[in-house]
């Protein structure tokens, strides 16, 4: 065989299984021999990198199978109030805040901040100076709003939308400065700050980047990013390869016509070398701190029962017509009716070989459900770190909108798992943190309402990273596994993240990160 483009030596090789084999050859992107060290001397030739791992355990690349690099980018923009666990905290950090172009900009602030008070423009209005302020919650899909920038927007009443996006309005029909949902909170996104082209690049690549170094070598991005985004992708292929291996999948929204499917289906013969488009989002549901989760009976504000697409079936006759046009999809799913009328959807679409459906988030699920992924081929995509949002005691905006029964089901990846399914994790970076040592960790050790019994063993973990990842994008015979022929994606961790405790994976160096037969990474 030629020689390899880079050698790895001194492993141990996890396929994801746990093998005999200690070295890995890699050529032209493609992994072109796994062996042991006599293997690895014959290998190697003129131009071969060697890198001699220490005796640290190789598993296939780690796959975010659920974040949004491109489009977090501008979630993830001003301050960051993550850390901000009460009202009087959040003024104070506003009252200090930096100013962009005259805007009060942040992100990731928690529902819980307001000790169960309503969401109001009047908490902070006063320590803004009459700046227009607008404060992206954690779950990405509300926001608050200052009067100074409801009057930027135009913002004066209640709106109709033709998907599930509320103004928020008082007993009078004046906004409180709470929109919830894309539609509405769409309508301020135009008048913010904007960056320009170089430094949005840059910054992706500084993201893409810092992911590397925590083991991902790709990621399942649910979104496009925007119009040029596909032109930002090519643009830095012009200067180098990416960081990571990037899938993209477009969003389908509500009202889609027959034109708009149609040119869903052509975008995916968008690619470059470590990007491309595959698949389509959906959103069948918002988020259950919000009130728009879809749920089979209503919350304790006697929220949740409604859709996001205000007409079910629509989303379904969407479905079929990209279904018979050979292109999978995600639909974000979250609320127990959500997750059942999607599941129904694919069953309606006959079964037999077709591309790959998968569900999102599946945060709260009934029993009568869980077979049903295995049965209907549907993969479940989930993400662990979002568990750190609730509480045990069920004391959280969470956990209180669903009530104990259904906040009892929450997040019950053990048992998809043994149901049969197959089940991709993720971070769903920004709305979590991107690292995947952390995906891996909460996985396996579930915090806040999440019980303990939901949590997946050390393989589980990481096959939901690897293996299941490629069956989650229909790449299982591309990569996933440590195997020659497949796409060289690896990643070698100074534990072994399969037997470690969960808290030493959680913390634990990454050695090397390869993508594409490229180190992207070195620890």
């Not at 989002?281 to 949740?304: I, N, P, R, S």
């Not at 891996?440 to 393989?459: D, I």
Request: net charge negative; proline share 5%.
């Amino acid at each position: 065989m030629p020689a390899p483009d880079l050698v790895l030596v001194n492993a141990r090789v996890r396929t994801p299984e746990l093998s005999a084999h200690t070295a890995v050859a890699v050529r032209d992107g493609l992994i072109t021999a796994v062996g042991d060290a006599t293997d690895a001397r014959d290998w190697r030739g003129r131009g071969t990198e060697t890198v001699d791992l220490g005796g640290a355990t190789l598993t296939p690349g780690l796959t975010d199978a659920h974040s949004h690099p491109v489009w977090g980018l501008e979630m993830f923009t001003g301050t960051d109030l993550s850390g901000v666990t009460d009202l009087d905290r959040l003024r104070s950090v506003l009252a200090g805040a930096e100013r962009q172009d005259g805007w009060v900009v942040g992100f990731g602030l928690d529902h819980n901040t307001f000790g169960g008070r309503p969401i109001h423009r009047e908490l902070i209005e006063d320590v803004l100076g009459g700046a227009p302020a607008f404060l992206r919650l954690y779950d990405g899909h509300s926001a608050l709003a200052s009067e100074a920038a409801l009057k930027a927007a135009g913002i004066e009443g209640p709106r109709a939308f033709a998907q599930r996006s509320e103004i928020v309005c008082d007993e009078q029909g004046r906004p409180t400065g709470h929109l919830i949902e894309h539609a509405a909170m769409d309508l301020v996104t135009p008048f913010l700050p904007t960056r320009p082209f170089a430094e949005r690049r840059d910054r992706l690549v500084e993201l893409l980047t810092s992911m590397a170094a925590t083991g991902l070598t790709g990621a399942h991005v649910m979104d496009l990013g925007g119009h040029d985004v596909p032109g930002l992708l090519t643009a830095l292929e012009a200067d180098g390869d990416l960081p990571l291996r990037l899938r993209l999948a477009p969003w389908c929204m509500p009202g889609a016509t027959a034109e708009e499917l149609d040119e869903l289906v052509r975008l995916q013969e968008r690619a470059g070398r470590l990007w491309r488009v595959g698949g389509v989002k959906f959103f069948m549901d918002g988020t259950v701190e919000g009130g728009t989760a879809w749920l089979e009976h209503a919350d304790c504000h006697g929220q949740g029962t409604d859709a996001f697409w205000p007409d079910p079936a629509a989303y379904a006759a969407a479905v079929r017509r990209l279904h018979r046009a050979g292109v999978g999809t995600a639909t974000h799913a979250i609320g127990d009716a959500a997750v059942r009328h999607v599941l129904d959807t694919v069953e309606g679409l006959g079964g037999g070989q077709g591309p790959r459906h998968r569900i999102e988030h599946i945060e709260t699920v009934p029993d009568d459900q869980l077979g049903r992924f295995a049965a209907l081929g549907v993969v479940a995509s989930m993400q662990p770190p979002h568990t750190a949002y609730t509480r045990a005691d069920h004391t959280d905006e969470w956990s209180k909108r669903l009530g104990d029964v259904r906040a009892d089901r929450a997040w019950r990846c053990r048992d998809l798992r043994e149901a049969g399914a197959h089940l991709a994790l993720g971070s769903d970076w920004p709305i979590a943190h991107h690292d995947a040592r952390q995906v891996l960790a909460t996985a396996q050790a579930p915090r806040g309402a999440a019980s303990a019994r939901h949590g997946l063993t050390g393989l589980m973990a990481l096959e939901g990273m690897t293996t299941h990842a490629a069956v989650a994008a229909g790449e299982e015979r591309l990569g996933g596994r440590i195997a020659v022929g497949l796409r060289a994606d690896l990643t070698a961790f100074t534990v072994d993240p399969v037997t470690a405790p969960a808290d030493e994976t959680e913390q634990a160096p990454i050695r090397l990160t390869v993508a594409g037969g490229r180190v992207t990474h070195r620890g």
